[in-house]
């Protein structure tokens, strides 16, 4: 899946819960692949595709969003986007840092079913899904449902 598929299907997301879209915005100097407005609340998310299949992807995606943490509050949210078979490669992470820079991931489901499904995980989630990849589980990808957040 590619990186502007990605970014299409986490927009459909957005927007069918109510957020307004920005795409492809600078703030403070940076590019953001998307921002998503509702209410008080901001969702700055980095979107990556699956091109290259490897942990270094995710590991660009932190230095990116990290560097356009310029704001903070309860009301403001980082998001990681990517496919699913670009998650997996979160069990290399620890999830202490992934807590510490409370980040939240958008997974995109990628198999014929479930193509174009996005599951919002907050960071507590995470922790969770990187438990279960680290076990190298199947619940890894079938609990997505139960890990996602209610209330986006």
Known sequence: MEENEVTDFVDRFFTEHGYKITREVYVHGYHVDLVAKKNDQKCFVECKGNRYLRSHEIHVMVGQIVSKMHEVGSNIHYCLAMPYSLATYL??????????????????????????????????????????????????????????????
């Not at 980040?103 to 479930?114: F, H, K, P, T, Y």
């Open 91 to 152: 069990k290399e992470f620890s999830f202490e840092g992934i807590k510490t820079l409370n980040l939240n991931l958008l997974v995109v489901g990628e198999s014929l079913i479930w193509k174009g499904e996005v599951f919002y995980i907050d960071t507590e989630g995470i922790a969770s899904l990187i438990q279960a990849l680290k076990k190298e589980s199947e619940y890894a990808w079938t609990n997505l449902f139960a890990l996602q957040r209610k209330d986006v």
